[in-house]
Antibody, heavy 121, light 111 residues
Framework: EVQLVESGGRLVQPGRSLRLSCAASGFTFDDHAMHWVRQAPGKGLEWVSGISWNSDRMRYADSVKGRFTISRDNAKNYVYLQMNSLRPEDTAVYFC??????????????WGQGALVTVSS | QSVLTQPPSVSGAPGQRVTISCTGTSSNIGEGYDVHWYQQLPGRAPTLLISRNSNRPSGVPDRFSGSKSGTSASLAITGLQAEDEADYYCQSYDSSLSGSVFGPGTKVTVL
């Protein structure tokens, strides 16, 4: 059974940093791209970032480019999202999502339950 | 403002057929990138409903179907049921943005 479990979400002040983690199990981790998708309260889904199976390619939404960094550890089956210079508009539930294919242009076939990040003073 | 557009809401009586459109541009759907659909029940994480324009993952009822043509795609729900009340999102890849994009979502209401 595929499982994705996010952790690290909490209340943080504007301008500070936070790292989200996603523990993956139930599939061959290094066969798939991994992504982060967020959803602000009462709003729709926004793709944030994706990383290829071997970390040779990372992609970011314009709204987070230069502030967020995605990474993965294939030995531990983890994907991370380092979030710097956080803004109130980054407040959202952050979902870890498994890419169906190994490429970054595909779909997301499994999702975690999400981690809430609140940016507020 | 999403690069993919969807109607904010659609509704139908139980048993009816409803469709949700997803309109893109020449840098995403029109460039040949696949369209995928997700269902999000209230308070839940999204789940994959249709992949690669028209493929249903295992466990998805055949009441759900997808199609794509040109710069648009559609999701159809036939035999609408109360449990289908949810938000539905289309997703594709945009070459100009070098990233995935979602539509704004469509709320389906069963009357």
């Amino acid at each position: 059974e595929v499982q994705l479990v996010e952790s690290g979400g909490r209340l943080v002040q504007p301008g500070r940093s936070l790292r989200l983690s996603c523990a993956a199990s139930g599939f061959t981790f290094d066969d798939h791209a991994m992504h982060w998708v967020r959803q602000a309260p009462g709003k729709g889904l926004e793709w944030v970032s994706g990383i290829s199976w071997n970390s040779d390619r990372m992609r970011y939404a314009d709204s987070v480019k230069g502030r967020f960094t995605i990474s993965r550890d294939n030995a531990k089956n983890y994907v991370y999202l380092q979030m710097n210079s956080l803004r109130p508009e980054d407040t959202a539930v952050y979902f870890c999502a498994k890419g169906g294919p190994p490429i970054l242009t595909g779909y997301f076939d499994y999702w975690g339950q999400g981690a809430l990040v609140t940016v507020s003073s | 403002q999403s690069v993919l557009t969807q109607p904010p809401s659609v509704s139908g009586a139980p048993g009816q057929r409803v469709t949700i459109s997803c309109t893109g541009t020449s840098s995403n759907i029109g460039e040949g990138y696949d369209v995928h659909w997700y269902q999000q029940l209230p308070g839940r994480a999204p789940t994959l409903l249709i992949s690669r324009n028209s493929n249903r993952p295992s466990g998805v009822p055949d009441r759900f179907s997808g199609s794509k043509s040109g710069t648009s795609a559609s999701l159809a729900i036939t035999g609408l049921q109360a449990e289908d009340e949810a938000d539905y999102y289309c997703q594709s890849y945009d070459s100009s943005l070098s990233g995935s994009v979602f539509g704004p979502g469509t709320k389906v209401t069963v009357l």
